[in-house]
């Protein structure tokens, strides 16, 4: 099993909808996990971090399930401007804080 | 604070020319990163840095070389371009601190066509 996998999409949802896409990763002993959001022709920017079983930020909600190893990201009333590809990062098997290992991301496209 | 930047933001070389990508941060990081991402593969990592001086292989080493001489700049050289390398290549810092290492801060990106 790859480190991370995330599913390319892309998820194509009407504005107002809510969306949820997971990210399966290969280290049980994984803690900690990270969103990030990439805009078209643009960098990455951290969107979430959470450190436990999961975290909440106005209409963004990630979760964690231990059992399956994945992580989801929750987005609630879509809006135009979440329009970006959604990368997840998860600690590697080696340890090593200095190599990051970034998911293929999952595109969203919010339709008017 | 400029946060992290990049120079040039768009470049067109030859193959078998030479060029260095600059990236500096003014956040005081002390790890930086140079990542290259292309289509359907992701973010994949180049060379990294955990301080001043040193420098390590990542993901995709092959073909290029770093140096970190200060704190605040991590350089990219392509020696002799391929057009395999026509890429995005990112830039990126993070505290050293532990988790924070995945708490990454991006530069805007250079991208590069090697014909």
């Known amino acids: 099993r790859k480190e991370v996998e995330q599913d390319p999409g892309p998820f194509n949802v009407p504005e107002g909808a809510t969306v949820a896409f997971n990210c399966t990763y290969s280290n049980s002993a994984s803690q900690s996990f990270f969103w990030y959001r990439q805009d078209c022709r643009k960098e990455p920017k951290l969107l979430m971090s959470v450190y436990s079983s999961g975290n909440e930020d106005g209409r963004f909600t990630a979760q964690l399930n231990r059992a399956s190893q994945y992580i989801s990201l929750l987005i609630r009333d879509s809006k135009l401007s979440d329009s970006a590809t959604y990368l997840c990062v998860v600690p590697p098997n080696s340890g090593g804080y200095q190599k990051v290992t970034f998911g293929i991301g999952t595109k969203l496209q919010v339709i008017p | 604070n400029a946060g992290v930047t990049q120079t040039p933001k768009f470049r067109v070389l030859k193959t078998g020319q030479s060029m260095t990508l600059l990236c500096a941060q003014d956040m005081n990081h002390e790890y930086m990163y140079w990542y290259r991402q292309d289509p359907g593969m992701g973010l994949r990592l180049i060379h990294y840095?955990?301080?001043?001086?040193?420098?390590a292989k990542g993901e995709v080493p092959d073909g290029y070389n770093v140096s970190r001489l200060k704190k605040q700049n991590f350089l990219l050289g392509l020696e002799s371009a391929a057009p395999s390398q026509t890429s995005v290549y990112f830039c990126?810092?993070?505290?050293?601190?532990?988790?924070?290492?995945?708490?990454?801060?991006f530069g805007p990106g250079t991208r590069l066509t090697v014909t």
């Open positions: 840095s955990v301080g001043e001086g040193t420098t």
């Open positions: 990126a810092s993070s505290f050293r601190q532990a988790l924070s290492s995945y708490e990454q801060y």
